[in-house]
């Protein structure tokens, strides 16, 4: 069986793209977003919502506040982290997960 990695393993959870996402943000439009880079990456540049790293999720799924069927941005550098958050909630209960295709760094690159 092939793997697409293109999309989230389930199809009730879409990725999200940068742009969707600023649109979004823009429109101060209330995300649940988890940031799973290290403390110093969110602290150096971040968009906001809760900062876990993805190592220390698994511990500290009790910090999240937001019912297991809200729509949860996943979101960090490039977008590999992110999506193993994505498959940790998943097994764990959250049916709307969408990882941010490209992570932050696509959201730079729209912004320059």
Same mark, same amino acid.
């Given at each position: 069986?092939?793997h697409?990695?293109? +999309?989230?393993p !389930?199809s +009730? +959870?879409p990725d999200?793209?940068?742009? $969707?996402?600023l $649109?979004?943000?823009d !429109?101060s439009?209330?995300?649940? *977003?988890?940031? %799973?880079?290290e403390?110093?990456e969110?602290y &150096?540049?971040?968009?906001g919502?809760l900062?876990?790293p %993805?190592g220390?999720?698994l511990n500290?799924?009790?910090?999240? $506040?937001?019912d297991?069927a809200? $729509? *949860? ?5 490039? @977008?590999?982290?992110?999506? =193993?958050?994505q498959?940790?909630? /998943? /097994? +764990?209960?959250? &049916?709307? =997960?969408?990882n941010?295709?490209? @992570?932050l =760094?696509a959201i /730079?690159?729209l912004?320059?």
């Amino acid at each position: 069986m092939s793997h697409n990695l293109s +999309n989230s393993p !389930n199809s +009730n +959870n879409p990725d999200i793209k940068a742009i $969707e996402l600023l $649109e979004r943000l823009d !429109n101060s439009e209330a995300l649940h *977003i988890l940031d %799973v880079r290290e403390p110093i990456e969110f602290y &150096t540049h971040n968009i906001g919502g809760l900062n876990i790293p %993805v190592g220390h999720l698994l511990n500290r799924l009790e910090d999240l $506040e937001w019912d297991p069927a809200d $729509e *949860i941005i996943l979101i960090c550098k490039a @977008g590999i982290r992110s999506r =193993t958050a994505q498959s940790i909630l /998943q /097994q +764990n209960g959250y &049916t709307h =997960t969408r990882n941010l295709t490209g @992570g932050l =760094t696509a959201i /730079q690159r729209l912004k320059s």
